[in-house]
């Protein structure tokens, strides 16, 4: 298949003859004969099992234009305090009624090994498994995936390689991509990668991996597109929302994410096509509204601190899986994270332990308890120190790591507030801090939001009790207010 010849005077000035000299050594690369690629090539003009292919096929082929990448804007416009100077202890005023903390019964996450199929028999049915966060997921697969190549490596190949992939029998596979990521609970970033982790034992060529995940997450309804740059093929994800630190084109109104690039800096030019698959319309949505349901690794950890001369301890379990998870999140919006739930494993012996400390204590008292146990159970270090980017940490994230910064400790303290007292609390973001804010009748450093007056809750200002603002941040007006939402689970 030839491209036209503007197109193809394109792609020369963009890589240098580098579709050239592949054309010449493309055997090498994939160590498979010409006779065999020509095979493939002949055996994918069947009829396409779905009518929108043939349609689609002709966006691949037609001429190609170039588009340049943008970079989203960082989080912090400055960064963030390289330490934070603890105040003076003081005991906090008693104020409020006396507390009597119920614990609710969530549902814990669910240990699906029963309803996945997981016995032996099955799985040995299947032509190949992946480890995906604790669990063996075996899958069906056609022949043709294998042989389904990046062949040229230029837009002919890609056209090639969906003529081969939309003419197979992938439909067992697709069925069981969405039987997974629903017995799994998985949100579309769990999606996402549930198809990258099957590419990666399909293929060890990165681009061929992108290309298989850009052909199903398509079929799953996802708009995704591919396109060429810098001599590789780009997977770009459609989102509603900034993804931060990771590099975006624009297609129309819309914006489109390259994931593998966050935080690694911007890819330059590519070549594309405008249309997006028919019917594939979803965003990807990074909200994490329910945890997975992974089969847990469950793991121990321990946290103390002093207050006013007292020692406070509590234990408890943490997911492993989930946290591995949870790392493996680009930059989303703070909405994201605060109002993900917490493991409700996890919660329920923090919160028993806290529980033994504050009940029968003034509501001011109990507060500042929690503030303080956020404040001192862990070390501070900024994201760069410690992960060498920035990284906003989930809650779960931030009881597992022994160093956290300001935004992972007003994460854990509004998710905390929320759960114990049933507050509203709201993050408060400065040009390189964040702290929070909580709706109670307290005197004090406070922020309006909307109609309302929120009390300072500073989880990052150590010793700081409530209605204490840092002293640079006292007179200077906050950039933003993330609203948590009360938890309905």
């Not at 503007?6 to 003859?17: A, D, I, M, R, Y």
């Not at 994939?30 to 002949?42: G, I, V, Y």
């Not at 416009?77 to 409020?96: D, F, H, R, W």
């Not at 500042?368 to 159970?377: P, R, T």
């Amino acid at each position: 298949m030839q491209i036209n010849k503007v197109g193809e005077q394109k792609l020369f000035k963009l890589f240098g003859h580098f579709s050239l000299i592949l054309l010449v050594a493309g055997s090498s690369l994939h160590a498979q004969s010409f006779e065999d690629f020509k095979r493939m090539q002949n055996s994918s003009f069947s009829k396409y099992r779905d009518s929108r292919d043939a349609a689609f096929n002709n966006y691949l082929k037609a001429e190609w234009e170039e588009y340049s990448a943008k970079n989203s804007k960082p989080l912090y416009e400055k960064e963030k305090p390289k330490s934070i100077t603890p105040t003076i202890e003081k005991k906090v005023k008693s104020l409020g009624p006396k507390v009597n903390i119920k614990i609710a019964k969530k549902v814990e996450e669910r240990v699906v090994v029963k309803k996945l199929p997981q016995a032996k028999e099955v799985l040995d049915n299947k032509d190949i498994y992946i480890h995906f966060f604790g669990q063996k997921l075996g899958f069906n697969i056609d022949y043709a995936f294998k042989t389904a190549r990046f062949y040229p490596q230029t837009q002919a190949g890609i056209a090639n390689y969906f003529d081969i992939m939309a003419s197979s029998n992938y439909e067992d596979t697709l069925r069981e991509i969405r039987t997974y990521a629903k017995e799994l609970a998985l949100n579309d970033w769990g999606t996402y990668l549930l198809v990258k982790s099957l590419s990666e034992v399909l293929y060890s060529n990165l681009d061929e991996q992108k290309l298989f995940s850009w052909f199903f997450l398509n079929k799953l309804g996802y708009e995704v597109k591919i396109g060429i740059g810098s001599k590789h093929v780009v997977l770009m994800h459609y989102s509603k929302k900034i993804i931060y630190s990771t590099p975006s084109f624009t297609f129309g109104k819309k914006k489109f994410y390259v994931i593998s690039n966050y935080a690694k800096g911007s890819v330059g030019r590519v070549y594309t096509y405008k249309q997006s698959y028919p019917d594939a319309s979803k965003d990807l949505d990074l909200s994490l509204k329910r945890l997975p349901a992974f089969q847990p690794d469950l793991q121990k950890k321990s946290l103390s601190f002093k207050q006013l001369g007292q020692e406070f301890h509590t234990s408890y379990q943490y997911d492993k899986n989930l946290i591995d998870f949870m790392a493996t999140y680009p930059q989303a919006d703070y909405e994201t994270y605060f109002n993900a739930p917490m493991s409700s494993r996890t919660y329920k012996s923090i919160a028993e332990d806290l529980k033994k400390k504050i009940d029968g204590k003034s509501s001011s008292v109990a507060i500042n308890f929690v503030l303080n146990f956020v404040q001192k159970a862990f070390g501070y270090e900024r994201d760069q120190q410690q992960f060498g980017r920035e990284k906003v940490m989930f809650s779960d994230e931030t009881l597992y790591y022994n160093k956290s910064d300001c935004e992972d400790r007003a994460i854990l303290f509004s998710y905390l507030v929320k759960e114990l007292f049933g507050i509203s609390v709201i993050g408060v973001k400065y040009k390189d801090h964040m702290a929070t804010a909580l709706y109670i009748p307290m005197k004090g450093d406070s922020v309006r939001a909307g109609r309302r007056k929120f009390v300072i809750a500073d989880p990052t200002y150590i010793n700081a009790n409530i209605g204490q603002s840092m002293p640079k941040y006292k007179s200077k007006i906050p950039e933003s207010y993330i609203i948590v939402k009360s938890d309905k689970r």
